[in-house]
Structure formats: structure tokens, C-alpha cells
């Protein structure tokens, strides 16, 4: 889990991005299209057209951190609406990196006895 700091918000780059962008780019998007400053401390989530792919940028004072997730198995719940930035809480991030839709997360059933 990237170890959120207190008071960064996370922004969700709706629709998709193409993941062969680096820091670099994804920043100069974060920029010109969200309208947010990436070297804020805030962190900045995009998904892959296929949706098993997520890239994190954050820049956490002393440099710029890029983190990458991809899915074995399903896809990453994302929101519908295109070219805007959704914010969401880190517990929230850390559902969407787990796979877990981060919108209605229920507790899985566990059973109660063995055998």
C-alpha cells in the first residue's frame, strides 16, 4: 500500500490513458487536462484501456514517485464520467488496488466452522 500522506487527496483520471506515459507526461496530463498542480503531494490514479492496469503518480517533496498495479484476475472499477478528476478517500484507494469495487465495498462471507 502506498503510505498515504495526511492531508493528500487522491484524484482519479477518468476514462483511460495510455501506459507507456511515464512520470513525466502523466504529469504535464495532470496539468492540462485535470487542472491540478502534480508536484501538489496529492497522488493521481490512471487506468489502462483494458482496465487491468493502474498507474500512481505522487510527488512527495523530495522527488516524483510513478506506481504501477495490474490484475491477475478482473478489472479495476472505475468511474464513467470522462475528462474530469474524481476524488476519493485513501481507504477508498486502497479497495481499488486490492480489486475490490471501492464504491460498495462488502465484507466477504467467511465461514463460521471448519469441515
Sequence with gaps: MIPVPTGARVW???GYTDMRRGF???????QEVLRKDPLSGH???FRGRRS???KVIWHDGQGACL???RLERGRFIWPSVAGEAVTISPAQMSYLLSGID?????EA???TRIG
Design 12 to 14: 482519479l483520471a477518468t
Design 24 to 30: 513525466p507526461t502523466l504529469a504535464l496530463q495532470v
Design 43 to 45: 497522488l493521481f490514479v
Design 52 to 54: 487491468d492496469l493502474v
Design 67 to 69: 506506481f504501477t498495479k
Design 102 to 106: 471501492w464504491r460498495n465495498p462488502q
Design 109 to 111: 462471507q467467511r465461514p
